[in-house]
């Protein structure tokens, strides 16, 4: 695939990103992509390797290695590199509805397992699909193809984030009548509200709605399915229901002061921030205000990073980022050998402002709060700090457990809580009588997508728990499968 010998010849090139001075002025994406002549030397350095990992998706050592969606890697960089972008195309829609997403914010698990990895530079696979998805989209080569015959059968789905959208797709494509419920006043779920522009903007997932509702998905936001009236209402006029609300249950944390106010979710903190840029460039006031302030962001997450980027926006003072577990290595630990997914220090976006603005990385590894402090007004203004070690308790757990003596305190005038999602949503659960497991995610019957409710399917991070955006376009893609099944003894859904 690609030349024999590119990856010999030809060094990795990325697309090149703005300087952070200059992108902390905007809230727009930052990356410059390369051209289609650059891209098709970085598609050449696709070896043939024999064993393509890139494209495996399954876990080695409890971490996924390669695409979960099977993307046919090798290929389309084949194509990319003989100039044959039709055909490009048609490899990467075979098993991705999204492209333009996956290739704006996921981790590139592919080029984590591509065998150029071992001993150099992965090829730019994630610069590739973005160069194919955005030919496929100037040339018109994605445009409206409403199915030429109807079923009958009418799905609702439950959530448009990826998973939802994926399971829309597929089955409006196979001729189902697809209803799409969202929560908030924008479709788009995770994508449009849970990640922030600079990363994606909102027209390229407006873009996609858009061409969804051309070929007859419909969709209604405002709609809160955790109402048990608004459950029942789609279970009698909808032949299935799938439940993709997502993990939205935030992780908090139980220390002293944590009533007070200035303290905040990261989603919500986020999501804020999308919506007033969306409905009125930051000008309805309805933003948590950060200009002047001192800003501490507890998790080092992909969710934190995105806290700390956000916060020098909008004229942060300063940026503390809180990480309890140890500070990663520079290259592969000796116990996690290529083609496992490489726990290695990961500087990014965020983090590289920070650096430029304020002079130094804001992370500090090993540290949590202990205790948050008020001033007279009852707002946050100062948090405690511990360094914290891996212990096993009483129960035989490890767990990360403050080190005696190693207090400090610290000045603080807002927090964003980013320490992860423990789940699907309770109200949601039992509006459509679903049951929720121990990890609070919907239970369902034999590994699959339906759960014990007759007609009611699962998937995506209700299912899972929190994930990728990628993870939750396959179980998108799975459930529509097992739904197609379902309503015809048969699916042809590839």
């Keep these: 695939m690609g030349k024999a010998t590119g990856f010999m010849e030809y060094e990795r090139k990325d697309a090149p990103a703005e300087s952070p001075k200059e992108r902390i002025c905007h809230f727009h994406e930052f990356h410059t992509p390369l051209s289609q002549e650059e891209q098709r030397i970085q598609s050449a350095r696709c070896m043939d390797c024999g064993v ?32 044959n972008m039709d055909e490009a195309w048609k490899r990467l829609e075979k098993t991705n509805c999204f492209p333009e997403f996956t290739s704006r914010v996921c981790p590139a698990l592919c080029e984590a397992a591509c065998t150029c990895n071992v001993n150099g530079k992965p090829v730019a696979s994630k610069a590739n699909e973005y160069a194919i998805v955005s030919y496929a989209w100037e040339s018109g080569r994605i445009e409206a193809k409403p199915p030429k015959v109807r079923t009958g059968k009418k799905v609702a789905v439950v959530g448009s984030g990826p998973a939802g959208l994926a399971a829309a797709e597929l089955l409006n494509k196979r001729g189902h009548s697809v209803t799409v419920f969202e929560r908030s006043d924008r479709a788009g779920g995770l994508l449009m509200y849970g990640i922030p522009n600079m990363k994606l903007e909102k027209d390229v997932v407006e873009r996609r709605i858009r061409l969804m509702q051309e070929e007859g998905v419909v969709f209604e936001t405002g709609v809160d399915a955790s109402d048990a009236k608004v459950a029942a209402r789609l279970k009698r006029e909808f032949e299935r229901v799938i439940l993709a609300c997502g993990a939205s249950r935030p992780r908090d944390i139980a220390v002293a002061g944590r009533e007070l106010s200035g303290i905040y979710f990261a989603v919500d903190f986020l999501s804020s921030v999308t919506k007033s840029l969306l409905d009125s460039n930051l000008q309805d006031g309805k933003v948590v205000s950060v200009k002047g ?132 949503q309770k109200e949601v659960a039992d509006a459509f009588g679903v049951k929720l497991n121990e990890r609070c995610r919907v239970e369902t019957q034999n590994a699959g997508y339906e759960t014990a409710v007759s007609g009611v399917f699962c998937a995506g991070d209700m299912r899972r728990g929190q994930s990728l955006v990628v993870w939750a376009i396959r179980e998108g893609r799975e459930v529509a499968r097992a739904v197609d099944a379902s309503l015809m003894g048969y699916t042809n859904l590839e």
């Design 52 to 83: 393509p990992f890139c494209q495996y998706g399954g876990e080695i050592a409890g971490m996924t290695s390669g695409c979960p969606l099977g993307n046919l890697v090798p290929e389309w960089n084949d194509l990319l590199y003989c100039g």
């Design 293 to 424: 302030k001192r800003v501490l962001v507890i998790g080092g997450g992909d969710t934190g990073n995105d806290c700390v980027g956000t916060a020098i926006r909008l004229g942060a003072k300063s940026v503390l980022q809180l990480e309890m577990m140890p500070k990663p290595p520079k290259t592969r630990a000796a116990g996690n050998l290529w083609p496992e997914w490489p726990r290695v220090e990961k500087t990014d976006y965020g983090q590289e402002e920070a650096i430029a603005v304020f002079g130094k990385d804001p992370r500090v590894y090993e540290t949590t709060v202990t205790e948050f402090v008020a001033n007279k007004k009852g707002e946050v203004a100062k948090a405690k700090l511990a360094r914290v070690e891996r212990k096993q308790d009483a129960s035989g757990r490890f767990v990360m457990a403050p080190v005696a003596g190693s207090e400090t305190v610290v000045d603080v005038d807002l927090v964003l809580i980013a320490a992860g999602f423990l789940g699907a």
